[in-house]
């Protein structure tokens, strides 16, 4: 387990895939399958499930709390009690990350925070288009903290005329017939997608047309892309469906 450095990745079948070159050395207690690529180059893939990927940032959150608190190593009990998550899952979820914790002892935390921002693609820099400059867009474009996580929102586009020439938080926003020459230019390979649910489709087709190859989608219908195009769906009224139908349950049961 000499080498972690992935060569790319993506979702398949609900699973994230991670590709790595020939010859590279991996943890051998994963299950790896070989697939022919379209340049008949074969590379490994280490397939990682969504549910995973979802709690590990959660992980890293508490570690760098931790670490701030001037703690130096970290067990999986801990982590355990404070995401509340059995513990046996939290040794699972972080043996995909290819580090080895001390018994008795727990992880380094430094270390740790490291493989773990590496492994979720955290230190690499990622340029993104935001389309939809509402209320919403506007928030995001507002959000310097996305930039921690390596997601920088290089401009915003919109239909409006009058927010053409504007900037919100240091970011220029363009009218969207302004996007295929400004994509020639910066080259985002990310597209956030806020606009009004009716217009959804009609964006996602314009954009995967010109290069993006990953798309965020706020809205929530589910768009339709290419088999090359990511999509990672964030509907804020599915989760509020979720809290409401929970909330009602707890009131019946009163």
């Known amino acids: 387990m000499t080498d972690n450095t992935f060569k790319a990745g993506g979702f398949l079948n609900g699973e994230f895939i991670r590709y ?3 010859g590279k050395t991996v943890n051998k207690k994963n299950t790896l399958t070989q697939k022919t690529m379209a340049n008949d180059e074969i590379k490994h893939i280490w397939k990682v499930p969504e549910p995973t990927l979802r709690r590990l940032p959660w992980y890293l959150a508490f570690i760098k709390l931790l670490k701030g608190k001037g703690e ?6 801990q982590i355990a009690k404070e995401i509340n998550v059995d513990s046996s899952q939290v040794a699972k979820d972080l043996s995909f990350v290819n580090i080895s914790g001390k018994t008795r002892v727990g992880y380094d935390i430094d270390a740790l925070i490291d493989v773990l921002e590496d492994f979720l693609g955290f230190t690499s820099r990622h340029k993104a288009f935001l389309f939809g400059v509402g209320s919403l867009g506007a928030a995001l474009l507002q959000d310097s903290g996305l930039s ?10 919109d239909i409006r005329e009058e927010l053409a020439g504007t900037s919100i938080n240091g970011i220029p926003v363009f009218h969207i017939s302004d996007f295929p ?6 080259n985002a390979t990310i597209g956030i997608i806020t606009v009004p649910v009716d217009q959804a489709q009609f964006v996602t087709d314009h954009i995967t047309t010109e290069g993006i190859k990953a798309l965020w989608n706020f809205t929530p219908f589910r768009i339709r892309v290419p088999r090359h195009v990511v999509v990672q769906n964030t509907s804020m009224y599915a989760h509020l469906a979720v809290m409401f139908n929970r909330l009602n349950q707890l009131n019946r049961r009163k």
């Open 148 to 157: 921690q996580y390596g997601l920088n929102i290089i401009a915003g586009f």
């Open 72 to 77: 130096t190593y970290i067990s999986s009990t």
């Open 20 to 22: 790595y070159p020939v």
């Open 181 to 186: 020459a400004r994509q020639k230019e910066l």
